[in-house]
């Protein structure tokens, strides 16, 4: 069966430090993987997407994400996190040929000033 | 840009109570979808759409029917509302494409008592 795993709860960084959060699926294929970001009382927005073809994804507020089949993980990165990107943020999987997404269980970040 | 609105942020409804959950997007997308999101256990579809008056069940469809007359809205119905139904619920809409990402709602933060 497909499965998404975000085995972070919970992380906290301090503003400027580096950031990765981690995403591993199981899946047969390789299927459409998405980050979503989830600010307090919102719903979610698209940070990035990746489907095919180079594996390391640009999205926007400067994240991005690396596809590695071998290790079956798509963990989203970013450089120097900002206090506004404290967040939830949600791995996804959609399965090619079907309307179905399956959505991790979410990493909650918390910036440290 | 995708605008997916739904009609309440917070409702407080009874046990027992008949509840719609409103849902109208604005970029002619065919598939809609609504999902429940609890903390710990991420987003899980309840019924999603994929023309008008076409719909499917999701993965916790029990307690729960839907309506699609238009292809802009999506309604979400609670016959009889229970404790347990209380939960933020997600609306989200995308184009026709498997590829194609999701674009959601602020959410509906429904407490039944």
């Known amino acids: 069966a497909q499965s998404v795993t975000q085995p972070d709860i919970h992380i906290t960084v301090s503003e400027g430090a580096s950031l990765e959060l981690r995403c591993n699926y199981s899946?047969?294929?390789?299927?459409?993987l998405f980050w979503y970001v989830q600010s307090p009382g919102q719903g979610l927005q698209l940070l990035l997407k990746y489907f095919s073809g180079d594996t390391l994804v640009q999205g926007i507020k400067g994240f991005e994400a690396e596809f590695k089949r071998s290790q079956s993980s798509f963990n989203l990165r970013k450089p120097s996190v900002h206090w506004s990107d404290a967040a939830e943020y949600f791995c996804a999987v959609g399965a090619p040929g079907t309307y179905k997404y399956i959505f991790g269980t979410g990493t909650r970040l918390k910036v440290l000033a | 840009d995708v605008k997916v609105t739904q009609s309440s942020r917070y409702l407080v409804k009874r046990t027992g109570e008949k509840v719609f959950l409103e849902c109208v997007q604005d970029?002619?997308?065919?598939?809609m979808f609504w999902y429940r999101q609890d903390p710990g256990l991420g987003l899980r579809l309840i019924y999603f759409s994929y023309d008008v008056k076409m719909k499917e069940k999701g993965d916790i469809p029990e307690g729960y029917s839907v309506s699609r007359e238009k292809k802009e809205r999506f309604s979400l119905i609670l016959e009889s509302a229970s404790t347990n139904q209380t939960s933020m619920y997600l609306c989200?809409?995308?184009?026709?494409?498997?590829?194609?990402?999701?674009?959601f709602g602020n959410g509906t933060r429904l407490t039944v008592t």
């Open positions: 989200a809409s995308r184009a026709t494409g498997f590829n194609s990402p999701l674009h």
């Open positions: 970029m002619d997308h065919e598939n």
């Open positions: 899946y047969g294929a390789t299927p459409y």
